[in-house]
C-alpha cells in the first residue's frame, strides 16, 4: 500500500512539474514575442519621428528665399532677388545649391555698380550675375569636390575645397544653412559670370 502511494505521489509530482516547464516555456516564448514586436515599434516610432522631424525643420526654415530675408547679413541680396524678379523661382521645389554674397561682399564691388545693377534697365545683367549664385541640385559641403561645376546661368563656377571651400575667387564662409528647397552656401565675395563687366554699367 506504500509503494502505491509512493508511486502516485511520483507520478503527480512528474506532472507539476511538466506543467511548470510548460508554462515556463510559454512564458518564455511569450516574452521574446513581446521584445521583438517591442523593437519593431520602437524602430517605425523611430523612422516616424525623424521623417516627422525633417519635414517640421524645412517647413520652419522655408524657401532659399525665405531664409535668405530673414537673415540681415542677406538684405543686399535679397533686393537683388526681388529685382531680378528671381524670387518665384528661387522659392520653386528645386532643389538649389546656392552660394549666396553678404551685404559687405556687395559692398565691395566697384563704386556705384551696385546701385547701375538694381535698376530696371540692368535687369539682364542681373539675372546674370545672380544665376550664377545658383547650382542645380542640393550639394552640402561635406559632398562638394574640387573641379568645375555648371550654373544655372550656363557658366562654370571652379569649386576648390583645400583649406576650405572656395568658389572661383570666393571663400565660404559659412556652410550648409538649410533651406526646404536647397542648401546655402555663404560667400565672401559675389561672383561675376564670364564676358560679364559690371563696371560698364557704370556711366
Known amino acids: 500500500m506504500k509503494i502505491r502511494l509512493v508511486g502516485a505521489?511520483?507520478?503527480?509530482?512528474?506532472?507539476?512539474?511538466?506543467?511548470?516547464c510548460g508554462d515556463d516555456a510559454t512564458d518564455t516564448d511569450a516574452a521574446a514575442t513581446a521584445d521583438v514586436t517591442a523593437e519593431a515599434t520602437d524602430a517605425t516610432t523611430a523612422e516616424m519621428t525623424e521623417e516627422m522631424t525633417e519635414e517640421m525643420t524645412e517647413e520652419a526654415a522655408g524657401t532659399v528665399v525665405d531664409v535668405a530675408a530673414g537673415n540681415p547679413d542677406f538684405s543686399t541680396l535679397v533686393a537683388a532677388i526681388e529685382a531680378a524678379g528671381l524670387a518665384e523661382?528661387?522659392?520653386a521645389p528645386g532643389p538649389?545649391?546656392?552660394?549666396?554674397?553678404?551685404?559687405e561682399a556687395f559692398a565691395a564691388l566697384p563704386a556705384g555698380v551696385l546701385d547701375a545693377l538694381l535698376l530696371p534697365e540692368n535687369k539682364d545683367t542681373l539675372v546674370s550675375i545672380l544665376t550664377y549664385h545658383v547650382v542645380a541640385g542640393a550639394v552640402t559641403s561635406d559632398q562638394i569636390t574640387a573641379g568645375d561645376v555648371a550654373t544655372v546661368e550656363g557658366g562654370n563656377v571652379t569649386l576648390g575645397t583645400e583649406g576650405g571651400v572656395t568658389v572661383n575667387d570666393a571663400t565660404v564662409v559659412t556652410p550648409d544653412i538649410t533651406a526646404s528647397n536647397g542648401v546655402i552656401h555663404v560667400i565672401d565675395a559675389v561672383l561675376i559670370p564670364e564676358g560679364v563687366d559690371p563696371a560698364a554699367l557704370v556711366g
Open 89 to 91: 523661382t528661387l522659392s
Open 96 to 103: 538649389y545649391t546656392v552660394f549666396a554674397p553678404t551685404n
Open 9 to 20: 505521489a511520483a507520478v503527480v509530482a512528474a506532472a507539476l512539474v511538466l506543467a511548470a
